[in-house]
């Protein structure tokens, strides 16, 4: 810009000054001229010349005069210019800086105008529980500790209309009560603790025992590791059914009850994940482990099998291998519910180099107010001396229905509001077995050695019919559910037990004789558990 | 032999667990996110909840608990249900917010 307003004006005075010096230069030529002209006239002549010369020069003189002048002006113009066009540059950079300014201030406005308004909404926002939580965890960090659990009440009326080989056993009512308190403690965002601690009163006394403890560390986003004490998690009934306000029956079904298929839990590692395969919702997820292996409580057929901790049934066992797999097929979107499709194995040496081998399926779908779950499973166990193997089967389906979608006509709203509350369920379960170990019989004491016979008594979950311990066992279990919160019910259950004859019934000392024909026997359980 | 088997894959386990990167159930990771990744994760999780979290037993509502105490709930869930690691922490954004 300012080699442009300058060009001009440089063109200017140099013009000027090029034609000033041209008159001059021609004044001066001009003088010899005049000179030899005289000579050549008269003198009157010569003194006009001379005279006119003399005035021409006057002229130029005054022509210089005034092209100095011009120039000088010209001069003093493109002074005044360039000081004018220095202020310019001036007043520019005055400008932006201003103009930066500015800019610096909108921003600190912007800034400004964001705090006021999340002052505004966090003002505005009631302080509620998650505020408060927020708080407490920024006080804990990640370093964090709860108590959640369950407890429970239960009433078991057990009708007894047979006895079974010779225990006895009477009609019998109780009162039962549980505490099963859960500690979780995450030290940091990739690992935590958990532990389940159970305490139950009832007629049988009073016991406590640890039911879980483990910790889980999180691997990535696909592998999660978890040791300790756990629920076996061969299908689905024992890790993710067994707690009491889970169970939506309350009773367990037969396989995964008074006559297990699989032991209950393990002592081990485990190896877990999930991955989306499809859509959102579309998931498959594994679990597999080993641990200290099956344990039963003795060598005979049918021995029921024992807790991963009872040190005093631990065999020379080997280790054992266990597997899950599910998969969720539904994509959420689909609105088609949610079906779980599972198979798992769990297999390990139980004494010596007999081996345990089981393997089975479960299913699990639900869609608005109806789920419907099932199970299969099998076990073999060989069994050392040349017997015949241990083979045993279970099953069991159930289904429910909330009834929240319910209006009778003509019926009250309080009273419609009551109803809306219930779930009725029905199950059926069921377990084959070639012989059942009558010393494993719950409460049981020395059948066939003459010592004392308590006979059989409920438990908690426990409906104590015989008839559950038959070879050939078979379960109908009605259900009316009453649910006053998600993890609040009150759950009344009537049972059906429906044995078939045949199978054994075997004696400590593995002496085996026919179960025969069982009775059919009936029992109701009433209970009240909060899942906290 | 059963032991040694059963060593070396939990030592091959721990080697590749712990070699790959991590991604968990964490409040840091979600202090990191937009306000718009923030509104995508609840929206999701509020799909999400009433399918997964109804699968084992009624699903629990968020105003049941603290959001220190989802953080922990939500890792021992995502344990038992095998949940993709993404969709437990939008069920966790959306239990958190209520």
Sequence with gaps: ?532 | MMKKIFVAIVLATLAIGFGSPGARVSAQEQDNMSPAEHKRLFREGAKLWPVYCNTCHNARPGGEKAPYEWDMIMMHMRTLGNFPQEDTQAILEYLKAR
Aim: charged share 15%.
């Design chain 1, 1 to 532: 810009m300012r080699c442009a307003n300058r060009a001009p004006i440089g063109g200017i005075m140099r013009a000027g000054r090029i034609f000033s010096t041209f008159l001059f230069a021609i004044g001066v030529a001009a003088l010899p001229l005049a000179g030899m002209a005289r000579a050549a006239d008269s003198d009157a002549t010569d003194t006009a010349a001379l005279k006119e010369i003399r005035a021409e020069m006057r002229q130029l003189r005054e022509d210089r005069k005034r092209d100095r002048e011009v120039i000088r002006s010209l001069e003093v113009k493109v002074q005044q210019l360039e000081t004018k066009d220095s202020r310019v540059e001036v007043t520019t950079q005055q400008l932006q800086s201003t103009d930066q300014k500015l800019k610096e201030t909108t921003l600190e406005l912007q800034q400004t105008n964001q705090q006021v308004q999340s002052l505004q909404t966090k003002v505005n926002a009631p302080i509620a529980t998650p505020q408060f939580g927020n708080a407490v965890e920024r006080y804990l960090g990640s370093h964090s500790f709860t108590v959640t659990g369950a407890a429970g009440g239960q009433f078991v009326y057990d009708q007894q209309s047979g006895a079974l080989d010779g225990l006895h056993h009477a009609s019998q009512n109780s009162f039962f009560f549980d505490w099963e308190p859960m500690i979780l403690y995450r030290p940091a965002d990739w690992i935590l603790f958990q532990g389940v601690f159970s305490a139950g009163f009832g007629a049988t006394g009073t016991g406590t025992d640890l039911s879980t403890a483990d910790f889980q560390i999180f691997l990535n986003k696909y592998m999660t590791v978890v040791g300790g004490l756990y629920d076996q998690p061969f299908g689905d009934w024992y890790e993710a059914q067994s707690p009491m306000w889970v169970n939506r029956f309350v009773t367990a079904p037969l396989p995964f009850g008074v006559e297990p298929v699989v032991p209950p839990g393990e002592l081990g590692l485990q190896l877990r994940g999930g991955l989306q395969f499809g859509k959102l919702g579309q998931d498959l997820d594994y679990t597999v482990w080993g641990g200290n292996g099956p344990n039963f409580s003795s060598h005979v057929l049918g021995a029921a099998m024992s807790s991963p901790t009872s040190i005093a049934s631990a065999e020379s066992n080997g280790k054992s291998i266990g597997a899950r797999f599910r998969i969720y097929p539904l994509p959420v979107d689909s609105e088609m519910g949610r079906l779980e499709l599972g198979a798992s194995t769990y297999n390990g040496k139980w004494l010596n180099g007999n081996w345990f081998n089981s393997w089975g399926v479960d299913f699990n779908y639900f869609i608005g107010n109806l789920q419907a779950r099932g199970e299969w499973l099998e076990s073999y166990r060989q069994m050392p001396m040349g017997q015949s193997t241990d083979h045993r089967q279970g099953w069991y389906v159930q289904a429910g229905y909330f009834l929240t979608g319910l209006k009778i006509p003509g019926i009250p709203e309080v009273i419609n509001n009551y109803l809306r509350r219930f779930e009725p369920l029905v199950r059926y379960s069921g377990v084959n077995q070639r012989g059942v170990s009558t010393a494993d019989i719950q409460g049981a004491t020395g059948v066939g050695l003459g010592g004392t016979q308590v006979g059989l008594v409920p438990d908690f979950g426990i409906n104590g019919s015989p008839a559950t311990y038959a070879p050939h066992s078979r379960e109908v279990a009605l259900a009316l559910d009453y649910w006053i919160a998600p993890s609040i019910v009150w759950q009344n259950e009537f049972d059906i037990e429906l044995p078939r004859a045949g199978g054994l019934f075997v004696s400590p000392t593995g002496v085996e004789t026919p179960a025969g024909s069982i009775p059919n026997d009936h029992a109701f359980l009433s209970q009240f558990t909060i899942g906290f």
